[in-house]
């Protein structure tokens, strides 16, 4: 096989910090290359690097033989390096035609060639396995058809490598699979891709080598087929991993219910006539896509949202005034599944970002509302060591700590005032197999604890693994919950796609 | 084509911190030396008249801390609503309430011995000045209705009530016929603090107001709260602070200090209310807390600055010739040198030369 993309002692860095350093690889024509690297890396760096987004400080990049010009991402698309970031980049509000050749005019041209436009599109479209309609209004698609929009977009530019960052964030299994053939039909024409993602299991599935970098440096390199799932993810986190293992234990009473509630506002997702009963010492899995009311339902049992019908019911109190304040008072925690931009305040130190719920507590103020800074720094070096929350100091900028660190803080913190109810939305979401084994392990003490768990996730092998019941949300409505040990992936796969709704 | 990026910088040196804004005066200096030139004076000589004419003599240097005053406490009111993402742009209004509240209570409505009677007005015109503000801040809170437009506007309706009731209803009969306010009694004067000259009480009192307000946002729950609303609301508010009493809290605060300026040029420059009390102080304020980067004791710093170019460019003005309105020109230039300094001090800028595209 031949080599497509050379990249020679890449080394760039921040200041002190080395965000690559002297990374070298190569990709080959005709194959999936993974790189794996849990957050901080340097793997978005490096991609950053290739596509033209940074100047490395020190290294070399052919393309195809020939030296890339760094800093210039028009030049690496004239190569044929094509990038589909995690967030898409469409205008909801052009068609699907528009947003593939949109990029390529003139802002000054005063028409777009569409004919010859939709032509190639639909050969494409055709070859690739990727249907679509070019007319179609880009806001009424579906994630994973936007995703194939932004990838037939970068075919249309005559790409030769294609960069995925972290595609199947959004995707239902099946969806998954889809795209992984999709990849498959694109290696068998003469394509390469690149595949950046933290799920080590997709990776083994769809990849022919694979890369790991740690601390800006790659740290390991194999094939595919010769990998070991355990093997890799020592690698990726540097150490070795303890996966935790569940013990189910007896349920306790009941502490809530939802009733026939619905949400139909159009500020969140709409939720219609969800019941749900939650016992002590129980985790309940909810598995479903992105954006199936899944985020409404994690607020309205937070007291962020009053369910617009139905009531929520505390087994000992019954109803209660809905704010988040009255809900943390009854023992309920909220994991956000936006870590940062809904659980830390970046800028704030740790120490103020760890007692930020306790502000009430005579022990963290006196009387006069001055804040109690020796009782505050105490608590939180004490919630640092006892969730092993890495950091230089506690007067640290929150911003500056790890995905899996911030996770952590805000789970010690909750878990400081010991809930009752925790609410966990997607509590390892792009963290590293190490702090993912960690979040783990730590839910599942606290549900030794009596705690009755929501977990809701993406990952079905998490959900799987953890919970003792699983149900399923679609288009805001929730399934009966079944025992975890009588269903499988392929039947809550089937669900998340509407299957029984 | 040489072409640039901004790349952000993982750490920002210190020196760099502390220079910036000293070189962004600098710039601005430089800049609106230019337009001195083209008012046909020498810069050089311009400045050095500024100078003596700011802090030159005593009555003059009384006379710029005098003028501080009143933007100090604006300043205030701006630093404390924008540090928890309140834009109150309202002060000029909320001054002018302040002003109205020291008028009704302060010109014989209320006779007290003047210890008593100093703080009386004091307060009176803070909660003028945040009683102002409240019905706006519920707008925001219930309706989403935009702070920015309801005060900016807000100054417009209180600056014509005042001139409906000066040109009416509260004309002092004893004015010979111009628009202006009973005087205030001799007990709520506020007294000299430097013998034959304008500079009052006041002054002393915004340097207090500054460092309590430093003290409240920097060790107490309350300013906890307002950095962590002002900083990510949404986490905030997912940690159990309570969102809408802490914006109300702000609203009151600033309002507060906004009020407090209506009340020191009322009751310590001039003794009456009249039309033209402030000269945009409400506006200035946001400069000054803009220069100040939203920290209380940076205020009084950036608020002596301020109000010696404006005091200053008047003798500049006499002395050389040239038009009063540079000082305007000298300040604006100066807040947009720091807003572009702070760019500097977050990013790092990158030359590169790429080739023509295609």
Known sequence: MTTLLKVEKITKKFGDFYANKEISFEVKKNEVLAILGENGAGKTTLMNILFGHYTPDAGNVSFEGNTIEFGNTNNAIKLGIGMVHQHFTLAENLTVLENIIIGRQSIFSLSLPKRQARIKILELSKKFGLPIDPDELVANLSVSEKQRIEILKTLFLDCKLLILDEPTAALTPQETDSLFSTIRNMIKTGLSV??????????????????????GSSVGETDTNSAERQKIAEMIVGKKIEYPQKTKIPRK????????????????????SVNLNLYGGQILGIAGVAGNGQTTLAKILSGHLKATQGSIVFEEV???????????????????????????????????????????????????GFINKKNSFDRSRNLCETYDVRMQSIRQRSRLLSGGNVQKLLLGRWLMREPKIII??????????????SIQKLLLEAQQNNSAIILISEDLDELLSMSDDIAVMYKGMLSNPIETRTTNKLSIGLQMAGDGF | MLKFRLE??????????????????????????????????????????????AFGSKNSFAETLARATPIILTGLAASIAFRAKFWNIGAEG??????????????????????????????????????????????????????????????????LLVSYLLEGPWKDPMSLGWPQGKSVIDEGVLPQVLSKTRLHLGFIISIGLAFSVWFILSKTVIGYR??????????ASH??????????????????????????????????LTLDLSPGFGYAGIAVAMLANLNPIGVIFSGVFLASIYVGADAMSRAMNVPTYLADVIVALTVLCILLSLVFVHYKILFFKAKKDD
């Not at chain 1, 595949?195 to 997709?202: D, G, P, Q, T, V």
């Not at chain 1, 390892?428 to 084994?437: K, M, P, Q, S, V």
């Not at chain 2, 803070?126 to 809170?141: D, F, T, W």
């Open chain 2, 94 to 159: 909320q001054l002018y309430f302040g002003a109205l509240a020291t008028t009704f209570f302060g010109t014989g409505l209320v006779v007290l011995p003047s210890v008593l009677m100093i703080p009386f007005l004091f307060v009176i015109g803070a909660l003028a000045g945040g009683l102002l503000l409240l019905p706006l801040v519920l707008l925001k809170l219930y309706y989403k209705v935009d702070e920015v437009v309801t005060t900016l506007l807000l100054n417009f309706v209180v600056v």
């Open chain 1, 424 to 437: 966990a939305c997607q509590p390892t979401r792009g963290l590293d197999e190490g702090a993912i084994a």
């Open chain 2, 226 to 235: 307002i950095k962590s609303v002002g900083l990510n609301a949404s986490a």
């Open chain 1, 318 to 368: 019954g109803s209660v005034h809905i704010s988040p304040k009255s809900f943390m008072d009854l023992g309920v925690a909220y994991i956000p599944e936006d870590r940062n931009s809904d659980g830390i305040v970046g800028d704030m130190e740790i120490w103020e970002n760890a007692i930020m719920t306790e502000m009430d507590d005579s022990f963290f103020r006196n009387s006069l």
């Open chain 2, 8 to 53: 952000e910088r993982a750490k920002s040196p210190y020196w760099l911190i502390i220079l910036s804004p000293f070189i962004a005066i600098l710039v601005a200096i430089i800049l609106a030396g230019m337009l001195i030139i083209l008012a046909g004076a020498n810069p050089f000589e311009s400045y050095y008249q500024l100078i003596i004419g």
């Open chain 1, 253 to 272: 009473s009941k502490v809530l219910s939802l009733l026939d509630v619905s949400y139909n506002k159009a500020d969140a997702q709409r939720l219609s």
């Open chain 1, 194 to 215: 690149i595949l950046i993602s933290h799920k080590l299991n997709e990776i083994l599935a769809v990849s022919d080598r694979i890369i790991v970098l740690r601390n």
């Open chain 2, 239 to 272: 940690a159990g602070i309570p969102i809408f009493k802490t914006v109300l809290i702000v609203a009151i605060l600033s309002g507060g200090m906004a009020g407090m300026a209506g009340v020191t040029e009322t009751a310590g420059l001039k003794g009456y």
